[in-house]
Nanobody, 131 residues
């Protein structure tokens, strides 16, 4: 069982920035597939960004973004800290939601935007963007 802990949410004005962190204490594999999702009140959970990193491939991570955040959000990983980050710039009121990070049990599986294909979830962190 992998525990995921999110942090970094808060209240910010439109145009501002936040950096979310997703930490997996005790994770032993240096390979991973991690996604960020968000859920606004009254709406379904939606995909935001995902990252896949395979240690032995000796190449950089693969990332993928929802069209609504492309060019504004950046997902990255730091193996030394067992942490995946979501840097969010140029925030808009419509970005307001609870943000969740999720991980696939098998780190060698493909990156996916489908929330049902992730096995572990964090508790969520609130992001509120005021206009």
């Amino acid at each position: 069982q992998v525990q995921l802990v999110e942090s970094g949410g808060g209240l910010v004005q439109a145009g501002g920035s936040l950096r979310l962190s997703c930490t997996a204490p005790g994770r032993t594999s240096s390979s991973y597939v991690v996604g960020w999702f968000r859920q606004a009140p009254g709406k379904e959970r939606e995909f935001v960004a995902a990252i896949s990193y395979i240690t032995y491939r000796w190449i950089g991570p693969t990332t993928y973004y929802a069209d609504s955040v492309k060019g504004r959000f950046t997902i990255s990983g730091d193996n030394a800290q067992n942490t995946v980050f979501l840097q969010m710039n140029s925030l808009k009121p419509e970005d307001t939601a609870v943000y969740y990070c999720a991980a696939r049990q098998d780190p060698y599986q493909d990156l996916t935007t489908n929330s049902s294909e992730y096995d572990y979830w964090g508790q969520g962190t609130q992001v509120t963007v005021s206009s």
